[in-house]
């Protein structure tokens, strides 16, 4: 009993600001909002913020409709969203997640049990429909613990002071934003892969083709770690992805 006790009395030493990035979501917004609300604790979530870059369909308005939903209004790029979502944080804890993907239940818990072990992570991943033999090889391999299985659709928590540390995402990059800035976190601190999943949309996928998707993806990572700049980096994803 005393044991339980002190872990709760640890867990309300932790709260979490999720900090969503958002840009003509009005499709996925309103269900992520719900499935949130619906899979965490009050205790645990210091807020939820929205940071729209720029939408012109109907996102802020449904976002509007939430009571207790920060929506900030930034310059457009995930990067700089991220950032300006994180700067009015007021946890101690950065979740930063994709309006199109969705943390299982009680995600807020296992972060936490996480971060009392010094650790900063993300889940392993899944996509919402991967009839695909390829997308089934690629959610299998988000379960090892290398960098280059890392991505921003499995979601990314570390603790505020740490992120301060690294001084954030960086906003040079339109695109790779999230696998830079992980880059730098497994420099400097342990990288946990928490065994539980975070199932995103299979959307690009769809839209781009699936092995084209990713051939162009395995470019973008072989030109990052040949030294490209990140307006090189942009420049390739523009002409081959949409």
Known sequence: MKQNENQNLMNWNHRISIIIP?????DHIEKLLHH????????????????????????TGI????????????????????????K??????LYFLHADSFPPKDFD?????????????????????PDHYLLKISQLFTRFNFQLFRGGDQSLFIRKKDYD???????????????????????????KIINDYVVTSERKFKKNGIWKLHFNFLMIHIKNWLGDPPEALYKYYTKHIK
């Open 22 to 26: 958002m840009l003509n979501e009005a």
């Open 109 to 129: 818990e296992k972060i936490i049990e996480e971060i009392q072990k010094n650790n900063t992570g993300c889940f392993r991943l899944k996509f919402d429909n």
């Open 88 to 93: 009015k944080a007021k946890g101690n804890i």
């Open 165 to 191: 540390l690294l001084d954030g995402f960086n906003e040079k990059y339109i695109i790779y934003e999230d696998v830079e800035f992980i880059h730098r976190i497994y420099k400097k601190y342990t990288f």
């Open 63 to 86: 976002v509007s409709k939430f009571k207790n939903i920060i929506l900030l209004e930034s310059l457009k790029g995930r990067a700089k969203q991220l950032n300006f979502g994180a």
């Open 36 to 59: 949130i609300l619906e899979n965490s604790s009050n205790k645990n979530i210091e807020e939820i913020i929205i940071i729209d870059g720029g939408s012109t369909d109907n996102s």
